[in-house]
């Protein structure tokens, strides 16, 4: 048994493997603020159930998507390998069909596998591995409509919702409710048989939409804030259905259970008010939001129950990606890696980290961040507006020390050039291999 405090202090024990094979059900919210869940110290948002997720897991506190935005974040995610390595650098590329996904390398083991929810990966989920899916395909959706309407002015707007890539229709029906149910089903079909469930919620993703009932559950919030709050606490009422429905079909206790954010909060004016930008999500003592590579960006939320591998009440410190999960749910279905992932078992130490998104770069080692180009958000005073610029000067090579200063507001480089040319050529030789 793994004491709380022992885990806070060295890496995390796994226990020894059983015959029998894990079921897995990975959750992931879309543009979450890293601190915007009870556990990780809301104190206006309720979220019991994935509070609870949380008390009888492992909560990690420096987990790190691999991109500040949507679709390289669920790239690496789905591949364990970098955004640029997985063939998904940005939005707007088709997920490659040679970069093998935890669904493809789960099926010889003899899992069934399921996508739910958002896929914004190009092609269809069924074309990547996945046996069975529902959801839509682009970036985000309207709740109600399930239309896009957020493209180009030049491509007009489309329904986006199929089941098995046969387009479906069901106007009027909350998207966060009909993933819950569609993943409830999925475990009550396959709770004969070893199973992947990847439910990718678009909340707290804009169109901002929650119906009443959420809505009244935070009535004392102001009104952007209370949609953020009722959009959330849809998807906390989803994963204690979810829980409950592992639990009535017997499958619980050999489930792991991962949830976790793809990038950090928005700005963006569109996830705002009267065309101003966004101040509903939180990422917390963190600088930057999503698109950009300060922490606030790709700092997210993790939690990974599972009865079977990991103790229960623990927080873990250690720094880990999310490019780590395909590695990790591989070892525990006990099926054997790919070569040349970048990847590795969360059981594993990570001390160095890297990012690249368009001109930007960053690399953590240790407690050191250099972030390069780094992208800050700021507002004009006179029209509201977001300008998202990159730092320049001294500051276009921004050097950090998250133990003493986890905002990143001060540049450490003159005093510590030592530490940046590491930093850099280490950053360097990585970019070489993207």
Known sequence: MITRRAALAAPLALAAQSTQKPNFVLILLDDLGCTDLGCYGARDLKTPHIDALASTGVRFTNWYANAPVCAPSRASLLTGRYPASAGVPNNGHDLPADKPTIATLLK??????????????????????????????????????????????????????????????????????????????????????????????????????????????????????????????AVDDGVGQLRDTLQRNGVDKNTCILLLGDNGASSEPRAGLNGKPATAGSN????????????????????????????????????????????????????????????????????????????????????????????????????????????????????????????????????HPEILDRLMTKLSQWADTQ
């Open 108 to 233: 010889p083991a003899g899992y069934r596998s399921s996508l739910v929810g958002k896929w914004h990966l190009g092609n269809t989920p069924l074309s990547r591995g996945f046996d069975e899916s529902y959801g839509f395909y682009s970036g985000c959706v309207d709740y109600y409509s399930h239309r896009f309407y957020w493209g180009d002015p030049r491509i007009p707007n489309y329904h986006d919702l199929y089941r098995n890539g046969k387009e479906i229709f069901e106007d009027g029906q909350y998207l966060t409710e009909r993933l819950t149910e569609e993943a409830c089903a999925f475990v009550k079909r396959s709770a004969a048989e070893p199973f992947f469930l990847y439910l990718a919620y678009n909340a707290p993703h804009y169109p901002m939409h929650a119906p009443r009932k959420y809505m009244d559950r935070f009535k004392s919030l102001d009104s952007e804030r209370q949609t953020y709050a009722a959009m959330i606490a």
């Open 284 to 415: 917390g003592p963190y600088r930057g939001h999503k698109f950009s590579l300060f922490d606030g960006g790709m700092h997210v939320p993790c939690i990974i129950n599972h009865p079977a591998k990991l103790p229960a009440h623990t927080v873990n410190t250690e720094t880990k990606m999310s490019v780590d999960i395909l590695p990790t749910l591989l070892e525990y279905a006990q099926v054997q890696s790919p070569q040349s992932l970048d990847g590795q078992s969360i059981h594993k130490t990570r001390d160095t980290l890297f990012w690249k998104l368009g001109n930007q770069q960053a690399i953590r080692e240790g407690n050191w961040k250099l972030v390069v180009n780094g992208i800050t958000h700021s507002i004009n005073a006179a029209d509201g507006k977001i300008a998202n610029q990159p730092l320049t000067g001294d500051d276009a090579l921004f050097l950090s020390d998250l133990s003493n200063d986890p905002g990143e507001s001060k540049n450490l480089r003159r005093q």
